[in-house]
T-cell receptor, first 116, second 114 residues
C-alpha cells in the first residue's frame, strides 16, 4: 500500500521555465512533508520542507505548496536550470507514535530533465 | 567537513554469505537510518536507531541486522536470509530523530549478487 505517491515517473522542461513536481498522499495525519533531490550514484539531498499547518513554503527558486483537502503537495522550481536535472523524492512524516518517531515515508521519485 | 560516509561504494555477495555495510557519521547526530532503494521505487526503511544501544525494525527488516554500539556508527549486515539483496543501500542521520527533521544521507552502497 503506497502511502506517498509520485505518479509521474519523469518530467522534461526547458531551461528558464517552471518545473512542477507533484506528490499525493493517503493519510491525512501526515504532518510534515519534505522534498529531496538525488543525482545518480549519490545520496538524496534535502531541499525544502513544509509543516501541515502551512500551505506554502519558499526557499529561493524552490516553493512547496500543500493542499490538505486534496492530500496533494507540489514542488515548483522557477526558473529551472540544467543543474536541476535529477530525481526528486517527496517524503512524509507519519502520524505521532513512538514507533513512528523520526520515520519518513518516501514516494517513488520523479526524474526531472531540464533541457538547455 | 561533517557528513556521512558509507563504504564500500560497491559490494558483491556470494550466495549464502553475510556482508556488512559500513556507515559512519561525524555530524554528532543521535538518530541513524538504513534504507533500501530498488529501481523505480522510493526508499524503504530497513532499520533505525534513535540512541546508542537501541534500534527498531523498519518496514522491511527481514534478512537484515544492525548494531549501534557507538553514536557515530550504524553498520548494516545483509544476511543469507535476505533472498533478494541486490539493491542500492542508503544510510542517513538526523539530529535527534524528531518528527519532520530532515535526514542527511550518505552516497550509498550498491550491493550485487555474484
Amino acid at each position: 500500500d503506497q502511502q506517498v505517491k509520485q505518479n509521474s515517473p519523469s518530467l522534461s522542461v526547458q531551461e528558464g521555465r517552471i518545473s512542477i513536481l507533484n506528490c499525493d498522499y493517503t493519510n491525512s495525519m501526515f504532518d510534515y512533508f519534505l522534498w529531496y533531490k538525488k543525482y545518480p550514484a549519490e545520496g538524496p539531498t534535502f531541499l525544502i520542507s513544509i509543516s501541515s499547518i502551512k500551505d506554502k513554503n519558499e526557499d529561493g527558486r524552490f516553493t512547496v505548496f500543500l493542499n490538505k483537502s486534496a492530500k496533494h503537495l507540489s514542488l515548483h522550481i522557477v526558473p529551472s536550470q540544467p543543474g536541476d536535472s535529477a530525481v526528486y523524492f517527496c517524503a512524509a512524516s507519519p502520524p505521532w507514535g513512538s514507533s513512528n518517531t523520526g520515520k519518513l515515508i518516501f514516494g517513488q521519485g520523479t526524474t526531472l530533465q531540464v533541457k538547455p | 567537513d561533517g557528513g556521512i560516509t558509507q563504504s564500500p561504494k560497491y559490494l558483491f555477495r556470494k550466495e549464502g554469505q553475510n556482508v556488512t555495510l559500513s556507515c559512519e557519521q561525524n555530524l554528532n547526530h543521535d538518530a541513524m537510518y538504513w534504507y533500501r532503494q530498488d529501481p523505480g521505487q522510493g526508499l524503504r526503511l530497513i532499520y533505525y536507531s534513535q540512541i546508542v544501544n537501541d534500534f527498531q525494525k523498519g518496514d522491511i527488516a527481514e534478512g537484515y541486522s544492525v548494531s549501534r554500539e557507538k553514536k557515530e556508527s550504524f553498520p548494516l549486515t545483509v544476511t543469507s536470509a535476505q533472498k533478494n539483496p541486490t539493491a542500492f543501500y542508503l544510510c542517513a542521520s538526523s539530529i535527534s530523530g524528531g518528527r519532520g527533521q530532515p535526514q542527511h544521507f550518505g552516497d550509498g552502497t550498491r550491493l550485487s549478487i555474484l
